[in-house]
Nanobody, 122 residues
Framework: QVQLVESGGGLVQTGGSLRLSCAASGRTFSTSSMGWFRQAPGKEREFVGVISWNGTYKYYADSVKGRFTISRDNAKNTVYLQMNSLKPEDTAVYYC???????????????WGQGTQVTVSS
């Protein structure tokens, strides 16, 4: 398994931007797809996006497409989530996760970070 630690969350106004980071330890990071998910209070965990092991392929949820961008730096064992044009409905705890495959379902991921809170004020 790999250990994951997210950072970069915070409070931002509508229309603002944040960049989340997810630092990984473990040798399998650079050969694994990495996903971002989020969970708002009272709601199920929701897929945000995924990036393939080498960064070639990316897939996003419709709700964030065109606003969020995932990238990774395998030399630094880090994956990023750049969030622009933030909306109040983006408020949630954001999690990164290591994928067993390039997928969008939580059960396709086996290691999760502790999450970082993102709050978008209106």
């Amino acid at each position: 398994q790999v250990q994951l630690v997210e950072s970069g969350g915070g409070l931002v106004q509508t229309g603002g931007s944040l960049r989340l980071s997810c630092a990984a330890s473990g040798r399998t990071f650079s050969t694994s797809s990495m996903g971002w998910f989020r969970q708002a209070p009272g709601k199920e965990r929701e897929f945000v996006g995924v990036i393939s092991w080498n960064g070639t392929y990316k897939y996003y949820a419709d709700s964030v497409k065109g606003r969020f961008t995932i990238s990774r730096d395998n030399a630094k064992n880090t994956v990023y989530l750049q969030m622009n044009s933030l909306k109040p409905e983006d408020t949630a705890v954001y999690y990164c996760a290591r994928g067993l495959r390039y997928g969008s379902r939580p059960r396709e991921y086996d290691s999760w970070g502790q999450g970082t809170q993102v709050t978008v004020s209106s």
